[in-house]
């Protein structure tokens, strides 16, 4: 059942191989000049491409979200692990809301930006900016501690 499951697999990227290089030598074959003065040709190239690339992509996707959840409602106690790393995240975001400030946005002059109006979208933008920061901040000590353990070895 492995091996068969296996030689389909190769048979799906072997043809998945072949059409992205179908697409890349019409590309390379009609050349950038012309692709970017002919809006026609790009219709007739390009979008074929792009379009292929997008299903794909949601193919995967959802393939890789489907499997996912299947392992990890086969494994309760992954399941676990992850509903509590989800909270932790979910905690750190709640902390990241709560220290942002909702103000208008200014330059460094402290004149107000034409889009920069106080309100919601000023406060989530805060809120993921210092998010990132907590989050870095959080792999950098993860980091340096892995780092002095290998020299302490």
């Not at 992509?57 to 979200?65: K, N, S, W």
């Not at 989530?124 to 302490?152: P, Q």
């Amino acid at each position: 059942m492995n091996n068969k499951l296996s030689k389909i697999l190769t048979i799906v990227a072997g043809i998945v191989g072949f059409i992205g290089f179908y697409y890349f030598i019409r590309i390379v074959m009609v050349g950038d000049d012309v692709l970017e003065n002919d809006v026609d040709l790009q219709n007739s190239i390009l979008s074929p491409f792009v379009s292929f690339s997008l299903y794909l992509l949601i193919a995967v996707t959802g393939m890789a979200v489907v499997f996912s959840m299947l392992n990890l409602f086969k494994n309760p106690q992954v399941l676990k692990r992850t509903l509590i790393g989800v909270g932790a995240l979910v905690i750190l975001l709640v902390v990241a809301y709560s220290i942002s400030p909702d103000g208008a946005v200014t330059d460094g002059m402290g004149n107000v930006l034409p889009d920069g109006e106080a309100g919601s979208v000023s406060k989530w933008v805060s809120t993921l900016i210092n998010y990132s920061f907590i989050l870095g901040a959080i792999g950098l000590v993860f980091f340096l501690v892995d780092f002095v353990r290998s020299l302490v070895k």
